[in-house]
């Protein structure tokens, strides 16, 4: 970790006395009991900006009554204190007075705790970092501590470092589905609890305090909306779905549109065993089905990757034609930017990266008990943000987009990847990755100092390997696989120095001022 402040000379640390304040969100604040000193929950949710909103108000409500907070992020201060600022939190002279710390994580702590024989060691540094008496403790992504492999070890040392802070603590946590995975289970028992955020289909949020080690009072859920200049709040949009118009099918009948090329006989011998199952081929199909009036309770549609536009238009030309939820299923690791196009075209809900059917049974059947959202007002369709740009450009324009796009809460997820093949045609090269880069998505490729740069829009590592050998695919194709190829990754959330040292080994930028906080003084790292 690096600090993002320098120290203050003589700051007193003996823990304020002042009233202990609740999430900072005021639907939480209202129907649940609170937050007492010593507290520890996990906000886990999909990729997106809500997180760490809701961190930042809960570090928000500490300073606002003169506690004293730390944060720790994967951004320097000067971002996130502006990211903060559009959501409606000034910050800003908490920071300065001291009354807000705030640590970054180093570029490489990830490879550095995989590769440490103790990971949990480093926790000794972020204990000399950290000032004492703090009050409050807010960690996103906390991914980098409590989830996974080595880093369970660390996790359980970090829970332990933080209960002795007598701190409430606030960790954020990346997750895919409505459930944890199963490295992440353990929090479960030693947190005081875990919050599950969920994007609902009607547009805000839904946070289920699902798992509790002391239990629970008030509401099993909590509805909150994003709104720029104010965080999540309370929703201003009516809940109550108009379905008059659109027909609801009883909640045993399914309705399997399988875009696969060929046929998925296991899922659908599943499907047919556990709900009245009609199978189609092509998306026309499930359009004339729905049109036909059947009583379909759910819409299921599975699809490889490089069929996500059509299963776009598939729920656009399907959504109105129901009231009944549709669910769109990938064996594939698919983008971020797939899944938003895919619930703004009307799905419901998206699973990608492995079908548990277990899994997708309950979420057919809870889907039907809810019945599906309305379908897209022209309204709210010209509302969506216009595509970065994308393709093939200059180093000028590849380094003003990574700088934007790093510093923009909706298109911060982004992996970049260094492509080089020692002894092969660059010209060779260039070609393949133009040619399966999305320039739709706003995808760019750039020659750099050695081999090329690439920005795969809304990828994570997952998808940005899958990329890498598809590519390495077409060169063994022509002939030239003995050329070989060579790929560095760096993902955002998580590897945003690392992102930019590349692109300023390779594109000019200049990352000296970027990577320094406010305030002077140099870097200090965990």
């Known amino acids: 970790m690096k600090e993002a402040l320098t120290s203050i000379e003589g700051a007193d640390t003996t823990p304020l006395a002042v009233a202990a ?8 604040d209202e129907r649940t009991n609170g937050l007492g000193p010593g507290s520890f ?6 990729p997106g900006p809500a997180k760490l909103v809701a961190g930042l108000q809960f570090a928000a409500a500490g300073v606002s009554v003169g506690q004293r907070v730390l944060l720790v992020t994967n951004a320097v201060a000067s971002d996130i204190l502006d990211v903060a600022a559009a959501w409606g939190l000034e910050l800003r002279p908490a920071y300065e007075s001291g009354a807000l710390r705030i640590l970054g994580f180093r570029d490489d702590f990830e490879l550095r705790v995989l590769r440490s024989a103790e990971p949990e060691d480093v926790l000794e540094e972020l204990d000399a970092l950290a000032p004492k008496g703090l009050d409050r403790i807010v960690v996103d992504p906390g991914g980098l501590f409590i989830q996974g492999g080595a880093r369970t070890l660390l996790g359980r040392a970090f829970v332990e470092w933080a209960r002795r802070q007598r701190a409430s603590v606030f960790v954020t946590l990346a997750i895919d589905g409505l459930e944890l995975p199963a490295s992440a289970e353990w929090l479960t028992q030693v947190t005081d609890g875990v919050l599950l955020l969920d994007h609902g289909p009607d547009g805000v949020y839904h946070v289920d305090l699902r798992h509790a080690r002391h239990g629970r009072e008030g509401p099993e859920q909590v509805t909150l909306q994003l709104v720029a200049g104010r965080g999540l709040v309370a929703p201003e949009v009516g809940l109550s779905r108009r379905r008059a118009d659109r027909s609801m099918g009883h909640g045993s009948r399914l ?3 399988d875009l696969g090329d060929e046929p998925q006989q296991p899922l659908e011998e599943w499907a047919c065993k556990i709900f009245t199952t ?12 729905l049109q036909s009036g059947a009583g379909f309770g759910c819409v299921l549609i599975y699809a490889p990757r490089e069929r996500v536009p059509e299963v776009v238009r598939a729920s656009r030309a399907m959504r109105p034609l129901t009231g009944s939820p549709i669910i769109a299923a990938f064996d594939d690791a698919i983008r971020s930017t797939d899944r938003v196009d895919i619930l703004e075209a009307g799905a419901d809900d998206c699973l990608s990266a492995g079908v548990d059917v277990r899994e997708l049974a309950v979420r057919i059947r809870q889907a039907a008990e809810s019945g599906g959202k309305p379908a897209p007002t022209p309204e709210e369709a010209s509302r969506r943000p216009q ?9 000028s324009v590849f380094r003003g987009e990574v700088e934007k796009r790093l510093g923009d809460p909706f298109y911060s997820v982004l992996t970049v990847l260094r492509v080089t093949r020692p002894g092969g045609s660059d010209r060779e090269l260039s070609r393949y990755l133009a040619d399966e880069i999305r320039s739709d998505q706003g995808d760019l490729v750039v020659p750099g100092q050695t081999g090329f740069l690439v920005l795969l ?9 899958a990329f890498a050998e598809r590519v390495r695919g077409r060169l063994a194709a022509a002939g030239s696989a003995e050329a ?13 120095l690392g992102i930019l040292r590349l692109a300023s080994v390779d ?3 200049t990352v000296a001022e970027s990577a320094r906080a406010p305030g002077g003084g140099g870097a200090k790292a965990v």
């Open 255 to 257: 309705l399997l549109v």
């Open 278 to 289: 009609d199978v189609v081929r092509e998306a026309l199909d499930g359009v004339s089905a």
């Open 484 to 496: 070989g190829l060579l790929t560095e990754v760096y993902s955002h959330p998580g590897d945003r």
């Open 387 to 395: 595509r970065p740009v994308g393709g093939s450009v200059d180093r």
């Open 21 to 28: 304040p609740g999430w900072g969100i005021s639907p939480l």
């Open 457 to 465: 829009q809304g990828a994570r590592r997952e998808a940005a390997r």
């Open 41 to 46: 929950h996990v906000l886990a949710g999909p």
């Open 507 to 509: 594109v000019g930028v």
